[in-house]
């Protein structure tokens, strides 16, 4: 079956640019999650989906960062006017409930981000 | 808060056994993951545990201490395609009502002939 899949797999964008990153997650998966990993660091929160609840917005390191989930499914993670610090691979995860910390997580490939 | 230590790096020869360690200090616990990332891929789950003791899979086990907030991961008949990146996550409750999972920087395993 179809896993997490992610786009781009690779973004390159010049620094005061508005990015967007995909992320389709398992279908039946109620639960959706983003991370960022920079170079040498472990993953990094950023924001968590939970069915119908309100997103744990928590994670998001500025007001530059935001994301949306529809209908339930695909989810897209925006970073306005990027910054070279925003450089990173952004990996999203699903899990097949919500409100379960106890659940694998099942990741993407990532996106690499690249702001020059 | 939390904090989430292992070592950065650690090497070993193929067919020897490898512990990765594991330290913890979160404020809150609802089990602990470890996960395998190769360079470039997505990580993969390898185990889980929540009780502490010792969980067995085949060539890789889990062990947590609750009590002392450790657990190590021990990989055994070592392959080299177990060079990876292993990162341990402790799942702990949010502020929202969440269960999420937070990540150790994770470790380097360099496996050598």
């Known amino acids: 079956g179809a896993g997490v899949s992610q786009s781009p797999s690779n973004k390159v964008t010049e620094k005061g640019k508005d990015v967007e990153l995909r992320c389709d997650p398992i279908?039946?998966?109620?639960?959706l999650y983003w991370y960022r990993q920079s170079l040498g660091q472990g993953l990094e929160f950023l924001i968590y989906?939970?069915?119908?609840?309100?997103?744990?917005k928590s994670g998001l390191p500025s007001d530059r960062f935001s994301a949306e989930r529809t209908g339930g499914s695909v989810s897209t993670l925006t970073i306005q006017r990027t910054q070279q610090e925003d450089s990173a691979v952004y990996l999203c995860?699903?899990?097949?409930?919500?409100?379960?910390?106890?659940?694998?997580?099942?990741f993407g490939p990532g996106t690499r981000l690249t702001v020059l | 808060g939390q904090n989430i230590d292992q070592p950065t790096e650690m090497t070993a020869t193929e067919g020897a056994i490898v512990q990765i360690n594991c330290t913890y200090q979160?404020?809150?616990?609802?089990?602990l993951f470890w996960y395998q990332q190769h360079a470039g891929e997505a990580p993969t789950f390898l185990s889980y545990?929540?009780?502490?003791g010792l969980e067995e899979k085949g060539r890789f086990s889990s062990f947590l201490s609750r009590s002392k907030g450790y657990s190590y991961l021990l990989l055994k008949e070592l392959q080299m395609k177990d060079s990876a990146s292993y990162l341990c996550?402790?799942?702990?409750?949010?502020?929202?009502?969440?269960?999420?999972?937070?990540f150790g920087r994770g470790t380097s395993l360099i496996v050598h002939p």
């Open positions: 545990n929540v009780l502490d």
């Open positions: 995860a699903s899990t097949p409930r919500e409100g379960f910390g106890t659940d694998t997580q099942y």
């Open positions: 979160t404020s809150g616990f609802n089990g």
């Open positions: 989906f939970q069915g119908n609840s309100a997103p744990d």
């Open positions: 279908s039946g998966h109620t639960a």
């Open positions: 996550a402790v799942s702990r409750p949010r502020s929202g009502g969440s269960y999420i999972p937070t």
